[in-house]
């Protein structure tokens, strides 16, 4: 068993103390469940951790006039049994329940989701196993060992929830000592595996805003083995008056948007728009041939809205 580095754990129980120790450098543990296999790994020894778990105002799913406002420490199994989220956004619903296990739902939170870390298989092992490739360019390294001659990270952002909460125009409400903001989850995401994430170190996301839904939309992933895998691919689609979009993720540091009239249109334009790297267990060609085969099976899923 690898052990956790050591480090000093608060565990506050207002926002407002869990923002002082943020803006003094602590880093947010909200369910642990990749930050601490991540510690393990040391790709992060931080000194200070603050624990989200005892704010009770971070676990509320308030229904609005129309949507509803997830807070960010709400875990993956209360959100996929929400009734206002089973009604208004099942396909969010239907996302926590493809997160790993139903053990590791009921950890996981939505704002772990939506600040997931980007991943690799050169990445997410331990330190000696990094250590003797010596290391890449995201963690102590001076070389892709997916790309050797390029000079970005193509980590992968494999968040199962996001492809949907994109296309529910989900707006992420952050705070800080400095004050509130709130950004579009289409916005919150860089094209470097390294810098991928919009938050910054002193900030913590504080709720997820979901508006009406104005379109239905379709939940897909793809994965190796279906008890636990992480997803080869990720797929959301929805239909509107404004016509059928698809949102293609696994696939690279940020989520990929593609839209068209029809379901061929938008399957040919996500295979054309997404470049996967390949894999030992999933090649190249694999991989693009089964976004355009997923887009389609995800389209034949869609409801009128
Ligand atoms: C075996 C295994 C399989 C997994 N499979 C999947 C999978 O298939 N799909 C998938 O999407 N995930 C998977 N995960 C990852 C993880 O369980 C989920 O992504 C989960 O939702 C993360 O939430 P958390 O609360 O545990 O995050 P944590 O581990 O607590 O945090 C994750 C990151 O988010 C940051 N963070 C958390 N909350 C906030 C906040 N409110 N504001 C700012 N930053 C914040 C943390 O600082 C950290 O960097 C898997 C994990 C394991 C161990
Ligand atoms: S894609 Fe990123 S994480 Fe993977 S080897 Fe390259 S630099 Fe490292």
């Excluded at 289409?186 to 470097?192: A, I, Q, V």
């Excluded at 016509?243 to 249109?265: D, F, H, M």
């Amino acid at each position: 068993m690898l052990p956790l580095p050591r480090f000093q754990l608060s565990r506050p129980t207002s926002l407002a103390d869990a923002l002082i120790a943020v803006a003094d450098g602590a880093v947010v543990i909200a369910g642990g469940t990749d930050l601490l296999p991540s510690m393990k790994h040391r790709l992060f020894e931080p000194a200070r951790v603050v624990s989200l778990a005892g704010i009770a105002s971070l676990r509320t799913i308030v229904p609005q006039e129309r949507g509803l406002v997830l807070g960010s420490g709400c875990t993956l199994r209360d959100v996929a049994r929400d009734q206002t989220v089973l009604r208004l956004f099942p396909a969010l619903a239907a996302a926590c329940r493809t997160v790993a296990t139903p053990t590791i739902q009921a950890m996981g939170t939505i704002g772990g989701q939506v600040a997931l870390d980007t991943r690799c298989v050169y990445y997410n092992q331990p330190a000696g196993w990094r250590q003797s490739v010596g290391g890449c360019l995201k963690k102590d390294g001076a070389v892709c060992h997916v790309a050797p001659k390029g000079t970005g990270c193509y980590a992968a952002h494999a968040a199962d929830t996001v492809p949907a909460l994109w296309l529910y125009d989900a707006v992420i409400q952050l705070a800080s000592t400095a004050g509130d903001r709130e950004v579009p989850l289409r916005d919150l995401y860089g094209d470097d595996g390294r810098t991928w994430l919009g938050v910054r170190p002193d900030e913590l996301i504080t709720s997820i805003a979901l508006p009406a839904p104005a379109s239905s939309v379709v939940h897909r992933k793809v994965r190796t083995r279906a008890a636990i895998d992480y997803a080869a691919l990720l797929v959301a689609v929805s239909r509107s008056d404004q016509g059928l979009r698809a949102v293609v993720s696994a696939v690279g540091p940020r989520p990929i948007e593609v839209a068209a009239a029809t379901p061929e249109a938008l399957a040919e334009a996500a295979h054309e728009a997404v470049r996967p790297l390949g894999t030992h267990l999933h090649p190249v060609p694999w991989r693009r041939a089964l976004v355009r085969i997923e887009v389609l099976r995800a389209v034949n899923g869609l409801i009128s809205p």
